[in-house]
């Protein structure tokens, strides 16, 4: 099946600094997701970007599909970004289960 | 406010014995999914229906089992034939025009 790969695994941030997460996979996507899970376990969505590049606030998300990676930039980070995130990917074939395959994480800690 | 609820939050489970996990949606959403998260892991797909009275294996289906009689409700068993049940467990159904995913607030289950 398709592999998603995240790295860094774990990353800890002064309050201020900027960052860079990224996901490579291995099989062509149509969808490919941008998660957010606070220390509650609650997922939020923060992109939906299977190509292009989208910017909301701090956080903006870059894919191209063609090599077949995404990078989340987090700019000026804050304590509440702390949590873990995820890249979850549906693969262009699986036009019928659309279930998201999930990589293991990036785990960010951001320090006051 | 429309959305997943999951219930119980937490919930505890003696060897042997078979569980119940409740996912109620009221966004009026024909697919839902169950997940699983380890520890330090990423989502695994258990179960998902793309429409009532229809439901398919996912990738980690053995030892769990679901029904989908009404729309709005997915709930997940985890029977005694689940060898190591102790995980987080999250309920999701994709928008419409699949851009996006409403998560549940999960139960966390763990055999005492």
């Known amino acids: 099946g398709i592999q998603v790969e995240q790295s860094p695994p774990d990353l800890i941030l002064q309050e201020g600094a900027n960052s860079t997460l990224r996901c490579n996979f291995s099989?062509?996507?149509?969808?490919l997701q941008w998660f957010h899970q606070n220390p509650w376990g609650q997922l939020i969505n923060l992109f939906y970007?299977?190509?292009g590049t989208k910017q909301n606030g701090r956080l903006s998300a870059t894919t191209v599909a063609t090599e077949r990676y995404s990078l989340l930039y987090i700019s000026s980070s804050q304590t509440t970004d702390s949590g873990v995130y995820f890249c979850a990917v549906v693969l262009s074939m699986d036009t019928g289960r659309r279930a998201l395959t999930f990589g293991s994480g990036t785990r960010l800690q951001v320090q006051p | 406010d429309g959305g997943i609820t999951q219930s119980p939050k937490y919930l505890f489970r003696k060897e042997g014995q078979n569980v119940t996990l409740s996912c109620e949606q009221n966004?009026?959403?024909?697919?839902m999914y169950w997940y699983r998260q380890d520890p330090g892991q990423g989502l695994r797909l258990i179960y998902y229906?793309?429409?009532?009275?229809?439901?398919q294996k996912g990738d980690i289906a053995e030892g769990y089992s679901v029904s989908r009689e009404k729309k709005e409700s997915f709930p997940l068993t985890v029977t005694s034939a689940q060898k190591n049940p102790t995980a987080f467990y999250l309920c999701?159904?994709?928008?419409?025009?699949?851009?996006?995913?409403?998560f549940g607030s999960g139960t966390r289950l763990t055999v005492v």
């Open positions: 966004l009026n959403h024909d697919a």
């Open positions: 999701a159904t994709p928008w419409p025009r699949g851009d996006g995913y409403t």
């Open positions: 099989d062509s996507v149509n969808n």
């Open positions: 229906s793309q429409i009532v009275n229809d439901f």
């Open positions: 970007i299977p190509s």
